[in-house]
């Protein structure tokens, strides 16, 4: 009929995911539990072994689950892509060049220790012959990048040993599937030349990339940046991404890392922020695709008909990775609260671990019977990681210290402290002065300790992390003060905390009146340039002392004052002038 809408099976796959992501989000947030967990329970529910094995009795159940799974993992893969290339832009060269211990380091040792020793386990005790033991040992070796970082971060302690343990995890994909190839019963032995191959094709993919990137980055961002045009810079940002990855997996290596280095490139760039906020809607997306593909792979019914045998494995070899990677970081001297938590969390297998099965089951070096064992293993692991990571949150409490707040102050209304250095302190200092309550709340024990033992009132957490500020009582604190030397972390506080909670006080501290003018537009209440205050501070006490009268010397300051407060209105395109400070002594 003529103009009848017929429904394919991409776009019926695309709604379901799209009606899942506006399931899931809203309804475990208000729960307080990570979308992780809802993702991949709709995949176990929607997929081939949930109600999708009920379409051929239901038939219109068909409109509400996913016939093909297969379909989805292009999606999947470039959900893993995008967040490697987030990644990217929370670093730098220069902070990955500091990290090159912990990434060589441990994250070698990591790997070689747990790869090796639960291949040696399957192999002595005769589970498995040796070149299936290496094989399946290394796979489950590795840990999920895709779920681990979004939950720990980057910038915590936590967050920065698994990073550099991920990171190894990462760039040894392709050797690993290189050596599998080379082991297969029917290889030849080109194994090694392949992989030889790659490793110079990729070399010089990797630094054609760099080069190119720093002339060829900058230029492109900055006419997409002229237009004003959001879509081309959207363009401009998935160009570089799609390219820099389909590059590095055209010679072999795995499309992740283009994806990182062009990450990195644009790091360095002054564009990095707007890229990073206008792909993170797609990455949240494109990830939570990835997760609904795990949850289809999970059988309820092969898990139940041999659920001994599975949990075994399951618990096995959580156990054995997290106290295999505690005790290393433990020794490369990381506080027993950052060893523990990182260890728990980092325990299960990876969405890699899949990749080096379905590669060794190719080589025919692991039979299919062991491989859909241990995927279902792996599965299990996966969907179980944000519990993991809650957790070695809880032990990691109980065996260092970072002390939850007293019962007696849970009904207390406390202005909240951002930062545990010497500005939050001086802060922390004032307000007690004033006999006004508040805690101060980091992501950083060392800090956290210290503070405790001087006698402030601080608590250990994330304060990008909603879960942080929720618990220390946001909602109806008199103030939230950020003083974090961190300028892109403070304006995506303040722009998250002002829509969340539109009447909060917030007062922020910036680097300079750029970055006070980019807080106000955030919708910071108060920013105070460091750089301003300082110079007018030095500026005051010069003229006082070389002789100028106190009284000129104020107007004057309060002149300069205003001056900037102008020049912060007419270039941060604001409706009223800001406050440049926060005492009732300014006019």
């Known amino acids: 009929m003529a103009g009848e809408l017929t429904l394919s099976p991409i776009l019926s796959d695309a709604l379901v995911i799209l009606g899942a992501a506006g399931i899931v989000i809203p309804v475990f947030a208000r729960f307080r539990i990570t979308p992780i967990i809802g993702f991949i329970l709709i995949g176990v529910l929607v997929g081939p072994y949930g109600l999708g094995s009920l379409v051929e009795r239901i038939p219109w159940l068909t409109h509400i689950t996913i016939d093909d799974p297969e379909v989805l993992v292009p999606f999947a893969d470039f959900g893993i892509v995008l967040l490697l290339f987030a990644i990217g832009l929370e670093l730098s060269f220069n902070r990955l060049w500091q990290m090159r211990r912990l990434v060589f380091g441990l994250g070698a040792l990591e790997l070689l220790i747990i790869g090796s020793s639960l291949a040696a386990f399957l192999g002595l005790t005769g589970m498995l012959g040796w070149t299936a033991a290496i094989a399946l040992g290394f796979a489950l070796a590795f840990s999920s990048t895709a779920i681990v970082l979004p939950i720990s971060g980057t910038r915590t302690p936590v967050g920065r040993a698994a990073l550099s343990m991920l990171l190894f995890e990462d760039i040894m994909i392709v050797p690993i599937i290189f050596i599998l190839g080379a082991l297969a019963p029917a290889a030849q032995n080109d194994g090694w030349g392949g992989l ?38 959207l363009a ?18 795995s499309p992740i890392v283009g994806a990182l280095i062009a990450g990195l490139l644009i790091a360095e760039t002054e564009y990095h922020t707007e890229v990073e906020m206008i792909m993170e809607p797609f990455k949240g997306l494109a990830l939570g695709v990835f997760l609904i593909t795990i949850g289809m792979s999970i059988d309820l019914m092969a898990i139940s008909a041999d659920i001994t045998s599975i949990a075994l494995a399951v618990v096995g070899v959580l156990v054995f990775k997290a106290f295999v990677t505690g005790v290393l970081l433990r020794l490369m001297g990381a506080r027993r609260s950052t060893a523990t938590e990182t260890g728990v969390m980092m325990a299960s297998p990876s969405e890699t671990t899949l990749i080096v099965l379905a590669a060794a089951t190719a080589a025919m070096v692991v039979d299919f019977e062991t491989a859909q064992f241990w995927q279902t293993v792996t599965a299990i692991g996966l969907t179980v990681t944000p519990l993991l990571a809650k957790l070695g949150r809880i032990i990691a409490r109980r065996v260092d210290g970072a002390p939850e707040l007293p019962d007696e102050d849970d009904n207390e209304d406390r202005t909240i402290i951002v930062g545990c250095g010497r500005v939050g302190r001086l802060v922390a200092d004032m307000l007690r002065t004033h006999g006004q309550p508040h805690v101060l709340l980091d992501s950083d024990p060392d800090l956290i300790e210290r503070a405790q033992r001087d006698g402030y009132r601080a608590v250990f957490g994330d304060a990008g992390r909603g879960d942080s500020l929720t618990r220390l009582g946001v909602e109806t604190a008199p103030a939230v003060v950020l003083t974090m030397d961190e300028p892109v972390l403070a304006q995506r506080l303040v722009a998250k905390l002002r829509s969340t909670y539109p009447d909060l006080l917030i007062v922020a501290r910036a680097r300079d009146t750029d970055h006070a003018a980019a807080l106000y537009r955030a919708g910071a209440s108060h920013a105070v340039p460091e750089t301003l205050e300082s110079s007018l501070q030095l500026s005051e006490a010069v003229l006082v002392d070389i002789g100028i009268a106190m009284g000129p010397v104020i107007a004057s300051i309060h002149a300069k004052r205003d001056e900037f407060r102008e020049q912060l209105e007419r270039e941060g395109g604001l409706t009223e002038k800001p406050k440049l400070r926060t005492t009732n002594a300014e006019a």
Do not use: H, M
């Open 196 to 233: 030889a191959e790659t490793l110079w094709q990729g070399g010089l993919v990797i630094a054609v990339l760099l080069v190119a990137g720093r002339f060829a980055l900058p230029r492109l961002f900055s006419q997409a940046a002229r237009t004003k045009s959001p879509e081309l810079f």
């Open 236 to 253: 401009a940002s998935l160009l570089v991404v799609i390219g820099a990855s389909l590059a590095t997996a055209l010679v072999g290596l």
